[in-house]
């Protein structure tokens, strides 16, 4: 039984990752500002506050000592400094979660991305009115400065700091309701609007993600599904596993951006989805993963038990088909 505290925890793969934890004997503390609703068991251990506040997460943690510390939230380099300053000599592991956009602000590299694609130029700041763009080129930058930071404080003072690094995760409780958005666009038996233009789908079912985080070592490691799909395979999986025959429609990609349609009418469109190589994590965690074809049908069930209505951006379906 160990110690471990989750900083974050409540949203998307938070509450599995705690029940995990709890499953396998763990005492439990989450650390979080206390805003999302919070349906962890009662046995969990909750501290608030802002993480991105050092002294507020200091004041927080005083004290503790904890075997295994899981970093949900971790997004720019002044927020790795922090935590790695407040939990030097009071944590026995740290695992931070971050993101293929590492990968994806790199110049030069091509898929699936390899951890030892990391170093090397970085691509320039896009500019502001690119908003999709510019919005992803920073969130990359950023976790690439917390990635930095982490590797400085694991070389200068042994900070034990592991990466993972993970593309999009498809997952029940994904408050972007992407899978979500597909699953019921088939179910109204109308067309799915797609560009004529797409990357490959390589993703990761969520609970993989838990089963990495219980098993992580090393410093930097991609976590990834095997299988490398079409986004139409990718798509007829869904359809499949909602029972309904595949309708798509393909539109010019900057007819569908000038109308803001993407990437609403179809997320898994978007150009800033990473692929990662899985070998390391196979290799140094013993990672298996769920192919797609047995992970899409259990998300499917669970996007069908919520209405349409409260997928983000399927308000707008009406607009989508309108278009010839």
Known sequence: MGNVLVIGGTRNLGPALV????????????????????????????????????????????????????????????????????????????????????????????????EDDYEGPVMDEPSADRELDHGNWAYGVGKRAAEDALAVAHAQRGFPAVVLRMPMINSERDHYGRLAGYAHRVMDAWPILLPHDELPVRHVDGRDVVAATLLAAG???????????????????????????????????????????????SPYSDPWMSALSNELSRTLLGMHYTP?????????????????????????????????
């Open 19 to 114: 029940a995990a934890l709890l499953e396998r004997g763990d005492a439990v503390t989450v650390f979080n500002r206390g805003v999302t609703p919070d349906d962890l068991p009662a046995a969990v251990r909750r501290l608030h506050g802002d993480r991105s506040d050092e002294e507020s997460l200091g004041a927080a943690l005083r004290g503790l000592w904890f075997d295994l510390v899981v970093d949900t939230t971790l997004y720019t380099g002044p927020e790795a400094h922090g935590v790695a300053r407040l939990l030097e000599g009071r944590a026995g592991r740290y695992v931070a979660w971050s993101t293929g956009n590492v990968y994806l602000v790199r110049t030069g590299i091509t898929r699936p991305f390899r």
């Open 219 to 265: 410093t930097a490691v991609n976590i990834s599904q095997d299988e490398t799909l079409t986004l139409e395979e990718m798509l007829g999986l869904i359809a499949a596993a909602c029972g309904r025959p595949l309708r798509v429609r393909r539109v010019a990609r900057t007819r569908l951006e000038a109308d803001n349609l993407l990437p609403a009418c």
């Open 292 to 324: 797609a074809r047995e992970y899409v049908p259990r998300l499917v069930a669970a996007a069908l038990a919520h209405p349409a209505s409260a997928v983000p951006g399927y308000a707008r379906r009406p607009q989508e088909l309108a278009i010839g």
